[in-house]
């Protein structure tokens, strides 16, 4: 009698447990859209409306054409709880001519064990400004998966730019508009805006999924920069995670020089999965 109450009573709270196991970990879905430069883990996540980085066509890709430089970058990040790591080969041309380009290629290193993945994302962007307040964009992406989980599709974003004033950038972008079938490619939507006000930027990005487990997710984030002697950069940022419904701290620190610098960051989560990530990017910038 006893051991029927017990099994019972197990399978009653199996799919309470289930559930409650899944609320603390991510979706396939977001490990793509987390690989970020050192700089934008600093500021907590929030960087698709500024323009500044080479990687700037993996957001927004209009963002490309916000300021005429030519950019080199190289980042590697390594989470040494969760086992994912990253590196990012990003490049950006807005000075050569009106049209914009960037190309980027990112090597991902997912999960542990058995359950470890390995995947090569392409980025091609383009982008083109309409005047000094309007900017256009488009990418196309590649993803090859190999291991634990497999992937080999295109898909494509595309975004708008828009700046009112010359210190304030405003923007949206729609994300894996091409239908792949995988989880890690699905559809999702941001809203972001930036302010550069002196030696002090501010940015705020809100990420909302509306496919996956569906249901709408919304995910908040925002940070600051400030300028130290016009070399030393200062940051500081914050994830509100709507799956995990958990939080994410940023920090970061960089040198910049004439023609480059080098920026390092620390993310700390709080609950979810508890991920303690760093972040180090090298740039080079020729404007």
């Known amino acids: 009698m006893w051991h029927r109450l017990t099994l019972l009573f197990t399978l009653l709270l199996a799919p309470l447990t289930h559930a409650q196991e899944d609320t603390s970990r991510q979706p396939r879905a977001e490990d793509l859209r987390e690989i970020l430069s050192a700089r934008a883990y600093g500021m907590g996540g929030a960087w698709r409306a500024l323009g500044v980085g080479a990687e700037s066509g993996t957001g927004n890709p209009a963002a490309l054409a916000a300021f005429r430089s030519y950019r ?8 040494w709880v969760g086992k994912d790591a990253f590196g990012m080969v990003a490049l950006a041309d807005s000075s050569t001519s009106a049209l914009a380009a960037g190309v980027s290629y990112q090597l991902i290193s997912l999960g542990k064990g058995v359950e470890r993945a390995t995947g090569h994302l392409n ?4 982008a083109i400004p309409f005047g000094d307040s309007l900017m256009v964009g488009v990418s196309s992406r590649y993803l090859l998966m190999r291991g634990a989980r ?3 599709a295109i898909t494509g974003d595309a975004g708008i ?5 010359p210190i304030i950038s405003l923007g949206i972008s729609a994300h894996n508009l091409i239908g792949t079938g995988n ?6 939507y941001t809203a972001h805006a930036g ?7 501010l940015a705020a990005d809100v990420r909302a999924d509306f ?7 919304l995910t908040y984030s925002g940070g600051l920069e400030y300028l130290f002697g016009q070399s030393f950069p200062v940051r500081a940022g914050y994830t509100w995670d709507g799956f995990t419904r958990s939080s ?3 920090v970061g620190i960089g040198l910049l020089t004439p023609g480059g610098g080098i920026d390092i960051a620390y993310r700390h989560d709080i609950g979810g999965e508890n991920g303690r990530l760093v972040a180090v990017t090298l740039k080079v910038q020729v404007q």
Do not use: C, K
């Open 123 to 126: 980025t091609v962007a383009l």
């Open 195 to 201: 302010v550069f006000a002196g030696l002090l930027t």
């Open 183 to 188: 989880a890690e490619l699905t559809r999702y």
């Open 161 to 165: 730019i828009f700046r009112p004033a």
């Open 211 to 217: 496919e996956t487990n569906n249901s709408t997710t």
């Open 150 to 152: 497999q992937a080999n």
């Open 72 to 79: 080199i970058e190289l980042t590697g990040a390594w989470d």
């Open 248 to 250: 994410q701290l940023g």
